[in-house]
């Protein structure tokens, strides 16, 4: 089983709301990711967690807050978005870093 | 340095034909090669990887060749067909990338019936 799933399949909030975009796997992987991806270009890699801990930020504004509460989870919590940031986020995981990465579904993000 | 180039940008093949997508890297110390397929809306899957030990992999109608003198890896596609029309995207990366997969452009496939 090589699952990713993510919450909500869609999103639409206002550039003042606050939301969280929600990933889940179980296979026991130690690395997740976030992605951006905007229509027609490859995936963005925004934050890297491995055993929990953050080890890549790719100087992503402070308005996206990345949190693994623990091996199976991970976070993006979402803050005073501009419409710029609307894209499909991914959320991807591997058994360990540098190794295949499996890709969620996305959330698709619109920020009016 | 950390770039690989893809080609084409879009590809139209007739059902049957076969489909080429060429990936070009400057970094050696790159050592895994995956390809990725996206159809619209949904995210990517891994379709194929390859490491450069090897000069050829293939799964199915799905082949990845190698040339690591060139520094280029290609994926070809047998027997194309309608529902293998999306959008496919090569990688490179190396362990002290710390997981960083570094894509290329991608390639939007279209096959005709």
């Known amino acids: 089983d090589t699952e990713v799933t993510q919450t909500p399949k869609h999103l639409v909030m206002g550039m003042t709301n606050k939301k969280s975009l929600k990933c889940e796997q179980h296979?026991?992987?130690?690395?997740m990711y976030w992605y951006k991806q905007k229509a027609k270009k490859p995936p963005e890699l925004m934050f890297v967690?491995?055993?929990?801990?953050?080890?890549i930020n790719e100087s992503v504004p402070s308005r996206f807050s990345p949190e693994c509460p623990n091996s199976s989870l991970l976070n993006l919590h979402l803050h005073a978005l501009q419409p710029e940031d609307s894209a499909l986020y991914l959320c991807?995981?591997?058994?360990?870093?540098?190794?295949?990465?499996?890709f969620g579904p996305g959330t698709r993000l619109l920020v009016l | 340095q950390q770039q690989v180039k893809q080609s084409p940008q879009s590809l139209i093949v007739q059902k049957g034909g076969i489909s080429i997508i060429n990936c070009a890297y400057e970094?050696?110390?790159?050592?895994?090669f995956p390809w990725y397929q996206q159809f619209p809306g949904k995210g990517p899957a891994l379709l194929i990887a390859?490491?450069?030990?090897?000069s050829e992999k293939k799964e199915g109608r799905f082949t990845i060749s190698f040339n690591k003198s060139a520094k280029q890896f290609s994926l070809h596609i047998m027997d194309s067909q309608p529902g293998d029309s999306a959008t496919y995207f090569c990688?490179?990366?190396?362990?002290?990338?710390?997981?960083?997969?570094?894509f290329g452009q991608g390639t939007e496939l279209s096959v005709k019936p």
């Open positions: 991807a995981s591997s058994q360990e870093l540098a190794e295949t990465q499996y």
């Open positions: 296979m026991g992987h130690r690395a």
């Open positions: 967690y491995s055993y929990e801990k953050l080890s």
């Open positions: 970094n050696t110390a790159f050592d895994y």
């Open positions: 390859i490491r450069p030990d090897v």
């Open positions: 990688a490179a990366t190396y362990y002290n990338q710390g997981g960083k997969l570094i």
